[in-house]
């Protein structure tokens, strides 16, 4: 009787578990990569945390060189889009591969987030994209979807003692072109170290945000973007990419000369206000032209010597047509299968561990604790020294990552001052840098660097420690410094995170410490490394009697 008749489906119940496992995926990826995405942010805007501040002032202070880093995602989504929308791909799963590199890329995230390391669970994350993308979709998909995936890799910030040298090294370079550009024109400008001298007294210095990194990473994040759809084909196509790093530090030296010509004329204010703002978006409008300028160069050169480039539409062999109509489809109903369950349910599985692993620990120390810990007068070598406590900036904490940070200076008669600033940080996180960093990336040079070992005044201790000799303008400084890791001292940075890591997987005391002397060089560098040995020495039994 019902022979040849269909049973018809309940609307919508081909679409209902492709919804559903689009949703538990969202979901899963949300959880798993929400900490690391919250502490990217911090990385990318380092005031906004100061929610007493606006909008402006949140987002454009601080010391940042991943300002461009939300637009990143946006980007790269769009173009994924329009990818997906526009061009032919068939849907040919490949779950073993692709089940294999989402294993490893989310087994990468979780020991991230064990250790710490965050800029490592934001490669995870891109790797993660690529896994699930191999395993529903295929690998054809993949292969036209490599640019918006690889795009991501700009807005991942990587940790400030790798950025340190090349900060430092840009801004010089930045600061020395930027004078020539003002001599040409006929300003009287002389640069030392990282300060711009003028007539009339005038100082400009150029700030760390000046120093070209800022612009050359989001720069050659525009180059990719931009000869990704250019016109050049094959090594000019890559010639042009790496160009983008010769333009973004050429620009960036314009606006420096602008900078002083501006405060030049008008005054240091003006210069560093409003226009440095203005300056700092116009910059890219002119490295716009510059790769536009050397595209159209290139385009007429070949043409001149008689070997004109084939300029062809971007992915015109393989626009979609009419028998593609389904594809948009096929790609959302490709979640619904075994297959695209499997991949949210381990994406799942690692947000619980990335949840757990995440999980904030207390801090055992904190600067109160320091100042309760450390006397106000100390009695060195048989002198009496007194101190008084100098905070520091939020600027320089919003860097640090940290709120818990002691600096007093000691003084004594007849004896020159010094400085001990103590560093505190929590969970491995990396406030507790090493001191070398700021200081070449504030013009200073480092003439001696050594290990040694400082007893403790009560004999109990004997502490590694690294000693610096700084250069800075016509003065001598010395610096004597040692890491707390638990209930060690260490003078390796790298040992410290490891031990903090380890002691924070031990469910152990994981906080961690910086602890620094530093005083002038006023008659020997031997009297300065004596001063400040015994000086430590006597802190020290403090510092250890309450850091347990």
């Not at 610096?479 to 638990?486: E, F, H, Q, R």
């Amino acid at each position: 009787m019902n022979e040849g008749l269909e049973i018809a489906k309940p609307p919508g119940h081909s679409a209902l578990l492709p919804l559903l496992s689009w949703g538990l995926l969202a979901g899963a990826l949300i959880a798993a990569f929400a900490q690391n995405f919250a502490e990217m942010w911090i990385r990318w805007f380092p005031a906004w945390r100061h929610t007493s501040q606006g909008l402006y002032d949140r987002i454009t202070g601080g010391e940042s060189y991943y300002t461009h880093g939300p637009l990143i995602p946006f980007v790269s989504l769009l173009i994924s889009v329009l990818i997906v929308r526009h061009l032919r791909i068939r849907v040919r799963p490949r779950p073993v591969w692709g089940g294999i590199l989402l294993l490893l890329a989310l087994l990468l995230h979780l020991m991230a987030c064990l250790a710490r390391v965050n800029f490592a669970s934001g490669f995870a994350f891109i790797a993660t994209l690529m896994g699930l993308i191999l395993m529903v979709w295929g690998a054809e998909a993949l292969r036209r979807l490599w640019f918006p995936i690889a795009l991501l890799l700009f807005m991942v910030p990587l940790p400030e003692v790798t950025v340190s040298n090349a900060s430092f090294h840009l801004k010089m370079l930045a600061a020395a072109w930027g004078v020539w550009v003002a001599n040409i024109v006929g300003i009287a400008a002389e640069q030392v170290g990282n300060r711009v001298l003028l007539t009339g007294d005038k100082e400009l210095v150029i700030a760390n945000v000046c120093n070209g990194l800022r612009t050359l990473i989001s720069l050659v994040a525009f180059g990719a973007l931009y000869t990704y759809v250019c016109r050049l084909q094959g090594l000019w196509r890559a010639g042009l990419f790496v160009a983008s790093f010769a333009v973004a530090i050429i620009s960036n030296a314009l606006r420096i000369g602008s900078l002083i010509i501006v405060a030049d004329i008008w005054d240091v204010k003006t210069a560093t206000g409003w226009y440095h703002d203005t300056s700092g978006i116009l910059v890219f409008l002119v490295a716009a032209l510059f790769m536009f300028g050397i595209e159209r160069f290139v385009l007429w050169a070949r043409r001149a010597v008689g070997r004109p480039a084939t300029v062809s539409p971007l992915f015109g062999d393989l626009r979609r047509g009419r028998e593609d109509d389904r594809q948009t489809a096929q790609f959302f109903q490709a979640m619904g299968g075994r297959r695209g369950w499997i991949a949210a349910t381990l994406v799942l599985a690692s947000a619980a561990g990335a949840i757990w692993l995440n999980r904030s620990i207390p801090p055992f120390w904190n600067e109160q604790l320091a100042k309760a810990a450390l006397p106000a007068s100390l009695e060195v070598a048989g002198k009496l020294m007194r101190s008084y406590d100098i905070p520091i900036d939020q600027q320089t904490k919003d860097v640090l990552e940290t709120g818990d940070c002691l600096n007093r200076v000691y003084v004594a008669p007849g004896s020159p001052e010094i400085t001990l600033c103590i560093i505190f940080s929590k969970d491995n996180r990396k406030g507790t840098h090493p001191p070398e960093v700021c200081l070449i990336g504030g013009g200073a040079e480092i003439i001696a660097a050594n290990d040694l070992k400082v007893k403790s005044a009560d004999g109990r201790w004997e502490v590694p420690c690294h000693e610096l000799l700084i250069q800075s303008g016509s003065r001598q400084y010395y610096y004597l410094y040692t890491y707390k890791c638990g209930d060690k001292y260490t003078n390796s940075f790298w040992k410290q995170q490891f031990t903090i890591f380890l002691n924070g997987l031990l469910n152990r005391d994981s906080s961690g410490a910086l602890i620094r002397v530093s005083t002038n060089v006023v008659t020997t560098v031997e009297e300065a490394r004596s001063r400040s040995m015994q000086f430590l020495g006597t802190a020290i039994p403090h510092l250890d009697r309450k850091l347990r």
